[in-house]
């Protein structure tokens, strides 16, 4: 069965030089079994292909149900040298929802 | 000893809801407020504008909103904590000294932190054995020191609390962390010893917390955001602080907006790297130890974090010239509005290459169709969509061709696909470009110092 991964969490995302870090949270414990189990760096770095040109770092904190991921070299040099329109990574959280896992 | 106070957030960034700080102070009991105005690339704008005039180089606003707060801070005993002093927390001071004069008020204690600043001494940090190394790159900060716009080193909590211990009711400070600044009255208030990690962690949790003002109470939610009520009159986010380290986070009655588990988790991942290493010049954070309740009606108790001993360095932030861009757009309509804006693209990158111009950048996107999510953008049946307006930027060191980049976006008004709007602004002008050197310093080669103001 295929879900998205908007049903099971919310997410928020903000800059951190050139890296973009994507905090998702889950919903409820079983979602978080989820997206510990599928968001991996593999996974997250094929999700942002042609976004995030850098390694992925990837870190858990069960304590609020979140995985933590860290998209170096993805700003396009970071804040106020990036061309792009959105030059702090705001948007990096609902685009890494468009996710859909195969449970 | 207080058995609890409330330090309320005033200000995610400058250019945050003005009339926020004014309803922290009017809507309920609060003890201290508390104001976030620095981003990174405020740091630079700040030091252009003092560089004009040796009286500027502060948060503009700071002034006027005192004039309107000060009575009611006076009256109910609230003290004000800011590091919207900038690059010049003294002027700022000193036009807040006026303002209180103007208005009648008889007696007022600032205290001002200073020391920050070291744009004038970095020959004297390389020479002390720091070259100011870019924490990304590992390069010294001489290859770019004679393009430096500012530097400044992020003071903690402490230069803060020992203005409160001199008595000042407002601290006026420059680059202090966001986090510093709510951190500081709970030292001062509870006595909290700095060696005390945890209690330094807890408090530095709180600040993260209410450092981006509404977004830990219901903006840029992006859970249920539909079900948030009244976000016109959003309740900004109030730290209720208890001597053993646990906070409840939380806003006025009859605001509008949710602290809940969920905003506030959301306000916890942003911006972070590794939680366990949440590093400040107060402690190190583990963010993964933070415990959160959901006490229901607009309360989340934030307890149990776990902190350890800080670093021996300071972050220093440097600003540094680095060329120019301009950005510039056109928006295309139905019919085949997305093929009409790439067909513009190509026509107008041609035009550059024949120019034979070069830039470091061109950045082309379509706005209506990939801007935001890149490649995760779903493919759109081109009949479907209404308009696109086609945005190019372009950044390079030389300063003649950005300008004639935007002597070349116009022309397509009347020289390319048609159906073409949306050039009401002229040309694109050129903007320098300001980059950061991050870099560490020895926290034994800089001294912060407060000063106190008094009317």
């Given at each position: 069965m295929k879900i998205k991964l908007r049903d099971i969490a919310h997410a928020r995302s903000g800059d951190k030089g050139d890296a973009g870090n994507v905090g998702v949270i889950a919903y409820d414990d079983k979602g978080f079994e989820i997206i510990r189990k599928h968001l991996s760096k593999e996974r997250v770095k094929k999700h942002f292909e042609g976004i995030c040109f850098g390694e992925v770092e990837r870190y858990e904190m069960p304590n609020i149900r979140a995985i933590n991921s860290l998209l170096h070299n993805t700003l396009g040099g970071g804040g106020t040298v990036s061309l792009k329109h959105d030059a702090q990574g705001k948007i990096l959280a609902s685009a890494m929802l468009r996710m859909e896992i195969e449970i | 000893m207080k058995e609890k106070i409330r330090i309320a957030s005033g200000?995610?960034?400058?250019?945050?809801?003005?009339e926020a700080p004014y309803w922290q102070v009017t809507k309920g009991p609060i003890d201290y407020l508390v104001m976030d105005y620095l981003a990174e690339v405020t740091m630079s704008i700040l030091q252009k504008q003092k560089n004009k005039n040796p009286d500027l180089g502060y948060a503009r606003d700071i002034p006027g909103l005192m004039k309107k707060i000060l009575p009611i801070c006076k009256e109910n005993g609230i003290k004000v904590i800011t590091n919207g002093g900038g690059v010049n927390p003294v002027a700022c001071a000193e036009a807040i000294i006026k303002v209180a004069k103007d208005i009648g008020i008889k007696n007022l204690k600032i205290g001002v932190v200073v020391g920050d600043d070291i744009k004038d001494k970095i020959d004297d940090v390389i020479s002390a054995?720091?070259?100011?190394?870019?924490?990304?790159?590992?390069?010294?900060v001489k290859t770019v020191k004679d393009k430096i716009l500012s530097a400044n080193v992020y003071f903690g909590a402490f230069p803060i609390v020992e203005a409160l211990q001199i008595g000042a009711e407002i601290v006026i400070t420059g680059r202090?962390?966001?986090?510093g600044l709510t951190l500081a009255p709970m030292i001062y208030e509870?006595?909290?010893?700095?060696?005390n990690y945890n209690l330094m962690a807890a408090g530095t949790v709180a600040g993260h917390i209410l450092e981006c003002g509404a977004q830990s109470s219901g903006g840029n939610f992006l859970g249920d955001w539909q079900s948030l009520e009244n976000m016109a009159e959003v309740g900004f986010p109030i730290a209720e602080a208890f001597p053993n380290g646990d906070v409840v986070i939380t806003k006025h009655e009859n605001t509008g907006g949710l602290v809940s588990f969920a905003t506030v988790a959301e306000q916890l991942v942003y911006?972070?790297?590794d939680p366990k290493s949440y590093i400040t010049p107060d402690c190190v954070a583990d963010f993964s130890s933070i415990k959160l309740e959901d006490l229901g009606n607009n309360r989340v108790k934030v307890y149990d974090v776990k902190g350890n001993p800080e670093t021996e360095f300071f972050k220093v932030s440097c600003s540094y010239a680095s060329g120019y861009s301009a950005i510039g757009s056109l928006t295309y309509s139905w019919p085949q509005a997305l093929t009409k804006a790439k067909a513009a693209d190509k026509i107008l990158r041609k035009r550059l290459e024949n120019l034979n111009l070069k830039y470091d950048e061109i950045k082309t996107e379509f706005i209506g169709y990939n801007a935001t999510q890149g490649p995760l953008s779903k493919e759109l049946n081109e009949d479907d969509i209404n308009e696109i307006m086609l945005r190019v930027a372009v950044r390079g060191k030389d300063y003649d061709s950005i300008e004639r980049f935007g002597k070349e976006i116009a022309p397509l008004i009347l020289t390319g696909p048609p159906s073409v709007t949306g050039f009401a602004g002229g040309r694109p002008k050129p903007s320098e470009v300001v980059a950061y050197w991050p870099a560490l310093i020895p926290k034994k080669l800089v001294k912060p110092e407060v000063k106190l103001y008094e009317l």
């Open positions: - | 200000q995610g960034f400058w250019g945050d809801l003005i054995g720091c070259e100011l190394n870019n924490m990304e790159t590992g390069e010294s202090t962390t966001d986090t509870f006595g909290w010893k700095a060696n911006e972070i790297g």
